[in-house]
């Protein structure tokens, strides 16, 4: 009969100091193990002489540049390990997940809280490689942008009969990302952009298709001159105006 045996060490790597990326400077920097616990395991048998081994390491570390901290997971299995071709058999996790292209969620103060939300979720999707409802969160985020502006339809340019072009009210998508440029929120060229969200959303909600990496990328930053371009330069504009009349005064 096999046997089982675990063993549990806490703050056994406390204070060792690691070369790890981290999330909020966007580069690799010195991690302090803050605090850890150490899990390692045996199974084995010895009528039938065989015997494997394991071990789990989780630890708080924190950044010696910016002082965020996050966790970090490693794990170790002696029958992963291959002296053959070098692997160790030792994986390592981080949480938050991150990557040299994970996109880090900007400070919005003056976004509302819904969409403000809603972007969170859509930055997590792209740094936990779900591009489709990444794509997805980037078209309700356009939809909560009009609705929370009131903007229920807009003028839409349609071929006519008679060749050229004809312009009717639509209430869909595409009618209120024009209505957003009618009410003077957004110019022409921030429009357009809109739009290509829109195409985006569509083809990942309807066609089921995967964005690339790439593409998500230019969306979330067009996303976010958005953001910032309805709801933080007016406010920003506006602490101005009012520093300059009571230096004025």
């Not at 924190?62 to 901290?69: A, K, L, M, Y």
Request: with cysteine.
């Amino acid at each position: 009969m096999s046997k089982t045996e675990i063993t549990y060490s806490e703050n056994k790597s406390k204070d060792k100091v690691l070369s790890i990326l981290c999330s909020s400077c966007k580069s690799t920097t010195k991690h302090k193990i803050i605090a850890s616990l150490d899990k390692d395991g045996c199974e084995y048998d010895e009528r039938e002489g065989w015997g494997v081994e394991w071990n789990d390491e989780f630890q708080i570390i924190q950044c010696q540049g910016c002082e965020s901290t996050s966790f970090r997971h490693t794990s170790w299995f002696s029958e992963d390990a291959n002296p053959t071709t070098g692997e160790t058999g030792q994986t390592e996790r981080l949480y938050p997940k991150r990557s040299s292209s994970s996109v880090i969620t900007k400070p919005f103060y003056n976004v509302p809280s819904n969409l403000r939300r809603i972007y969170g979720e859509l930055v997590d999707c792209f740094n936990n490689e779900i591009p489709t409802l990444c794509a997805a969160g980037l078209r309700a985020l356009v939809e909560g942008i009009c609705a929370h502006e009131g903007v229920t339809d807009g003028p839409v340019h349609l071929p006519a009969i008679s060749g050229g072009t004809q312009i009717k009210r639509k209430s869909n998508l595409e009618g209120r990302i024009a209505g957003l440029q009618e009410k003077g929120l957004l110019t022409q060229s921030s429009a357009q952009t809109l739009h290509e969200h829109r195409y985006l959303g569509n083809d990942a909600v309807h066609e089921l298709a995967r964005p690339s990496d790439d593409e998500l990328r230019l969306a979330i930053d067009i996303i976010e001159l958005t953001l910032e371009q309805l709801y933080e330069l007016p406010e920003k504009a506006e602490e101005l105006r009012r520093a300059t009349a009571r230096r004025k005064r």
